[in-house]
Each structure stands twice: as C-alpha cells, then as structure tokens.
C-alpha cells in the first residue's frame, strides 16, 4: 500500500513537472481546471457508485472500463499541436 501512496506522489510531482516545462499557461491552466473539476466530481459521485455495484453484485473494473471506453472515444478529438508555435 506504501509503495502505490509513493508511485502516485512520484507521478503527480513529475506530470506538474512536465507540463509546466512543455505546456503553453492557457492550455496548462485549463487542463488543471477540468482535471481539478471532474476530480471533484468523481468524489461527490464515487460513494453512490460504490452502494450500486454493491447492490447490484457488480466489479468495480466496470466503471474503469467505462471510463478507458470514454477516453478511447474522446482523446481522437483533440488537436494535434506538434510543431506548432508556442505563445
């Protein structure tokens, strides 16, 4: 358990990083806001989530794959920005 609290500190401190160094501020500021804003969502939301796939003897590997499943749809639409200038 230790060493999942220490890989996800390392990740975190690395991604903050990382994006500040490749990032412009305006596509940095608004990643962090809907990543800040669907965290927070997910916290209000998990507890129910929790009490219907116990009620209805699901995984909880099923709301992983629905989410990857909405990733994989979503992540196509974005906009490619390789060799792109920078503001």
Do not use: H, K
């Not at 490749?22 to 989530?49: A, D, E, H, K, Q």
């Amino acid at each position: 358990m230790q060493m999942i609290r220490f890989a996800t500190s390392l990740l975190a401190v690395i991604l903050v990083s990382y994006t500040l160094e490749i990032y412009p501020s305006n596509v940095r500021r608004l990643g962090f806001s809907v990543c800040l804003g669907v965290s927070s969502m997910g916290s209000i939301v998990m507890p129910w989530l929790n009490e219907s796939f116990i009620s209805l003897d699901l995984s909880g590997f099923i709301s992983f794959a629905v989410a990857s499943l909405a990733v994989i749809y979503f992540v196509p639409l974005l906009d490619e920005t390789y060799g792109r200038m920078r503001t």
